[in-house]
């Protein structure tokens, strides 16, 4: 994970569509979660250069359905509380992540 970079784009570059700039401490704990799912998954830039990250992003889906039929997620991330709520944290933070290496090759 490009750590200093991916800050940087956040407190230069992202923009969110509601709020525009995120606070820095929204910065540090959305690094934070990136950098727990690069724990559990493995190293988010091979995964990049691999696949563009689809197989990360698959492992990352948990759907209601799957919850209510007492499937557990994939990726293997331990979740305090909801899995399903928790897992929906990990996918939109790594989401953020693969757009800054979109935007930043």
């Keep these: ?3 200093d970079e991916f800050r940087t784009w956040l407190e230069h570059s992202y923009r969110t569509p509601r709020d525009g700039r995120l606070a820095t401490r929204s910065i540090t704990r959305l690094v934070s979660t990136v950098q727990r799912v690069e ?3 493995g190293n988010l830039d091979e995964h990049w250069r691999r696949d563009r990250a ?3 992003m698959a ?3 948990f ?3 799957d919850a209510e039929y007492g499937r557990s997620p994939r990726h293997g991330i331990p979740i305090e509380g909801d899995p399903l709520t928790g897992t929906a ?3 939109r933070a790594a989401a953020i992540y693969f757009e800054f290496r979109r935007t930043r090759p």
């Design 1 to 3: 994970m490009r750590t």
């Design 39 to 41: 724990q559990g998954l």
């Design 54 to 56: 689809h197989d990360a």
């Design 59 to 61: 492992r990352l889906t």
């Design 63 to 65: 759907k209601r359905a």
């Design 89 to 91: 944290s990990l996918k």
